[in-house]
């Protein structure tokens, strides 16, 4: 139960969120707080074309998404939103604590909303001048910090969250901030972690009657920012609401040229990252129910079979250790079933590695090697990033270096009839396979296609999985046969 309740108008003051540059904002602050009495005629405007609705909720609504343009101010407005949260007084229960949570793809990200939220409570870590009023008295309250949170003395803390729906089971929430919510990528086995991270925190804020807001850049048609905006947008329903607006509107300093000039350059990705518009150029690469088929539950990585017929096939995606690229090596075989033997082979994944950053790339290197020779390879293929670097560093470690005559994105393309005809069998290693499942496909000027991760994802594991499972299906001819059946 909220036993105070200052607004998020008045927070935004305090957050520095003034002027008119943040006029849509102030629009969307007073629907929020259950005051859309109290909307201008040009905010009423601006709420009507934004919302599809005439109608303006007399009750904050439970739920808030936000869907809007690149730079228009979506962080900042979600830290104080977060700021307003953790100024209410809670009634709880002894040994209770109200969380203030914000949500990201990963930590770092949200700790950025984060920072905006906790500014207020910690004006001497930005050199800020204790100018605002209630600045003094809201640092006062402070009992405990730590990177990733801020503890209260009035039982509120404000914590960093990822996109992963175990973690955060079981809490009492104040408010949940989702930030980027149409770009979350689970790399722990979630095709789809957004619902299910929803889905988990929904519990949590029933007891102090939270709202969850969410402010995202829309992405794909799929997933539950679409859903949640093909369902509730125009819709008068009280308890959801979905406001969409271009970066423009929510912050009209930025300049119109800018976005013609991303317009001419790149009109889908521009109408969805300028004009707030879901991109109908994005198409899933493989289905759910294909990718399950081909995992056998269980296998980690299988011990090497030397001697017992058939070759190994390798395939490393270099990186260099210390950009956000994780550096993986794949290692795979063919097969063919005893009561087919004139039937295509199995291309069979047997083991998977991943340096993930920071990582000193002669160690990954060496102990790719190692890996190597476990199952008696001397010579690896892989594209053609630092090309000289990487084939001298395994040169130094006996193993010959081959660049692959195949683009990632013709890997794929090759990869996907193998799995959709059960050809492959796939080890039951969650980042790879939410790598494989969250991969695109998407028109290019050419007329061709490409497929490739979506933005701010990663395909290191599934990039190498699918060079090793192709070169060994390609050379399958002489696979040994094998019993069993698919």
């Not at 950025?112 to 207020?120: G, L, N, Q, R």
């Not at 404000?158 to 955060?168: K, Q």
């Amino acid at each position: 139960m909220v036993m105070s309740s200052p607004s998020l108008l008045d927070t935004m003051k305090l957050c520095g969120l003034t002027g008119e540059s943040w006029s849509a904002w102030r629009a969307v602050a007073k629907v929020l707080d259950g005051d859309g009495a109290k909307l201008t005629s040009s905010e009423r405007a601006v709420y009507e074309v934004c919302t599809g609705r005439t109608r303006v909720p007399t009750e904050p609504p439970a739920e808030a998404w936000i869907i809007k343009g690149r730079r228009g101010g979506g962080s900042r407005f979600l830290g104080a939103a977060g700021t307003r949260a953790a100024r209410r007084r809670y009634a709880l229960a002894p040994g209770e604590r109200a969380v203030v949570a914000f949500g990201a793809a990963d930590r770092d990200q949200a700790r950025v909303v984060h920072s905006y939220a906790t500014a207020p409570f910690r004006a001497e870590l930005h050199g800020l001048v204790e100018r605002r009023s209630g600045w003094a008295a809201l640092k006062a309250l402070v009992s405990r910090e730590t990177r990733w949170s801020i503890d209260l003395t009035t039982g509120v803390s404000l914590e960093v969250h990822t996109s992963h729906f175990g973690r955060i089971r079981g809490r009492t929430f104040a408010f949940a901030g989702a930030d980027e919510a149409a770009f979350w990528q689970s790399e722990d086995g979630s095709a789809n972690p957004a619902s299910e991270v929803f889905a988990a925190i929904r519990p949590g804020l029933v007891t102090l009657g939270g709202q969850l807001v969410v402010v995202t850049t829309p992405y794909a048609k799929r997933g539950p920012v679409w859903d949640t905006f093909s369902t509730y947008h125009g819709v008068d329903d009280d308890r959801v609401l979905v406001w969409r607006a271009a970066s423009t509107t929510m912050n009209p300093t930025i300049p119109e040229r800018a976005v013609q000039d991303a317009l001419e350059r790149d009109q889908s990705a521009a109408r969805a990252e300028w004009l707030a518009e879901f991109r109908s150029d994005l198409e899933s690469f493989v289905s759910s129910e294909a990718l399950h088929a081909v995992v056998v539950p269980g296998r980690t990585e299988l011990e090497p079979r030397l001697g017992e017929g058939g070759d190994y096939f390798a395939f490393v995606d270099p990186a260099g250790g210390s950009g956000q690229d994780s550096m993986t090596l794949a290692i795979a075989h063919a097969e063919k079933y005893e009561d087919d033997p004139d039937g295509p082979a199995v291309a069979v994944l047997d083991a998977l590695a991943e340096h993930r950053p920071p990582f000193d790339p002669d160690v990954a290197t060496a102990e790719c090697a190692a890996l190597l020779r476990r199952y008696g390879l001397a010579r690896v293929t892989g594209d053609r990033y630092g090309a000289e670097w990487v084939r001298g560093a395994f040169e130094r470690c006996g193993i010959t270096y081959d660049t692959s005559a195949r683009t990632r994105s013709e890997l794929y393309a090759e990869l996907l009839p193998l799995v959709n005809a059960r050809r492959v069998e796939l080890l039951d290693h969650q980042r790879m396979l939410a790598q494989l499942a969250a991969l695109e496909r998407r028109p290019v000027a050419s007329g061709r296609e490409a497929i490739d991760h979506p933005q701010r994802g990663h395909d290191d594991l599934v990039n190498a999985a699918a060079g090793a499972l192709v070169l060994a299906h390609a050379d399958a001819a002489e696979a040994p046969l094998r019993v069993g059946v698919l």
